[in-house]
């Protein structure tokens, strides 16, 4: 599922660092229930299915959707938000090739799409999501 | 070479015909998964009920314009867009439908239309 090698990849970047994404920062879930405890922007990286085979016959890749917050009360500006969403974005595009610790391969990934800008009324942050499909593979 | 004008006809006939083949197909599809999407929205719905008119006011609805087909998905209730949005997602159930209810009608159309090339 190549969870390992999109996660290190993300947490490697130093530019995303330097935007405050590291591993206090990136959480992988569908949905939090509280904000962070550090006041700070963080991601959350939601894996989601794997969607139906395309045309019976080729093997699907792995949605995935990752969410940029911005607490409320730091900022309302949503081209923070869009930066790191940017920068996400370039560094998981380029990703080709690229094994991870957990045994699976990332052929590929393709940006799908992102949302409007929202408001988060349950963590209270500001805040948009990126869509990917990832396509990967398990090397025997 | 020339084609034989009744043979013409027989094929603009024919390739009239598929448009309008297909377009039934793809209504249909569209038609059959309004209340499909309906009941998944419904039955999956992540979240407690508590007047119940959140799970209750989920509906699709297929719309057809020109060449162009829409499956709609929606909330009745003001505080859909909180459903949709808060603690990041979690209570969720317009995007995942859509991404599921997308998959189905590609496959199902792309079986449909196998049929139909070997009708012809």
Known sequence: MSRRAVIDTLLADVTLNSLGVHSD??????GLDEKPKNQAPFVLVDWQDQGGNIFDRVKPPRRVMIWVHWPSELSNDYSKIDTVLDR????????????????????????????????????????????????????? | MTWPSSGQKKIQTRVANIDSAMAKIIAGQFLYAE??????????APWTDRSGNARAGLFA??????????LLLAHSVYYGIFLEVANSGKYAIILPTVQHMGDLLIARM???????EGLL
């Open chain 1, 88 to 140: 996400i974005e370039n560094v998981l595009l380029d990703m080709e090739h690229v094994t991870g610790d957990d045994g699976y391969t990332i052929t590929c990934v393709r940006a799908t799409g992102r949302s409007a800008d929202l408001k988060d009324e349950g963590l209270h942050t500001f805040c948009r999501w990126a869509a990917f499909e990832v396509l990967s593979r398990r090397d025997q």
């Open chain 2, 35 to 44: 209340g499909e999407a309906t009941a998944i929205m419904k039955e999956g």
């Open chain 2, 61 to 70: 609805k297929a719309s057809f314009y020109d060449n162009a087909f829409e």
């Open chain 2, 110 to 116: 792309e079986r449909a239309m196998s049929r139909l």
């Open chain 1, 25 to 30: 920062s990136l959480f992988q879930s569908r």
